[in-house]
């Protein structure tokens, strides 16, 4: 017999949080992009504390340098919109493009002159450690600094500081 079609029939594990299914990840309620900058918004989409790391879009509207920053840990991108390089490097993340970062990694963001909107999404495990020219620690975000952001910017566009939960696992 033919079972192909037929579900799985036994309950998921029980320690197994629900699935996090988000039907405009470029959302049509502008209230949703959290600011974190001049010209800069993430839209969350999992803010995974259980293992600390967050997924986002990050969008920029105006050219310009963005941040300096180390990851101790992998980050992985996928160029929605626009397109950015880092100084560090010659190559540039292009529209449809797929970066990995690599651990250890300390890089400057810009987007150029003619780039109108960039959104890249952008998988970052761990932290993100904001750093001068030579590597002095200028600040960080992780997960939990992503959800303070999140929580205060939806209580004050009138959303609910509750709204970040239903991104949260
Ligand atoms: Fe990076």
Redesign the pocket.
């Known amino acids: 017999m033919d079972n192909s079609r037929i579900p799985y029939r036994h309950p998921q594990p029980k320690e197994s949080p629900p699935e996090l299914v988000i039907p405009s990840a470029i959302p049509d309620d502008e209230r949703v992009w959290v600011p974190q900058g001049e010209n800069v918004w993430f839209r969350p989409l999992c803010l995974c504390a259980s293992r600390g790391y967050w997924m986002n879009l990050l969008r920029v509207r105006k050219s310009g340098v963005l941040s300096r920053?180390r990851?101790p840990q992998p980050?992985h991108g996928y160029v929605i919109k626009g397109r950015w390089r880092?100084l560090e490097h010659d190559w540039v993340a292009q529209e449809g493009g797929y970066v990995y970062?690599a651990p250890g990694?300390t890089?400057t963001?810009v987007v150029d002159e003619g780039v109108e909107e960039m959104i890249t999404l952008f998988q970052v495990n761990g932290v993100?450690i904001y750093v001068d020219p030579d590597g002095a620690v200028q600040g960080y975000e992780d997960v939990f600094t992503k959800i303070n952001l999140c929580r205060a910017h939806y209580e004050k566009v009138g959303l609910g500081a509750g709204y970040v939960d239903q991104f949260i696992r």
Request: no cysteine; proline share 0%.
């Open positions: 920053h990851h980050v880092y970062e990694e890089h963001l993100m």
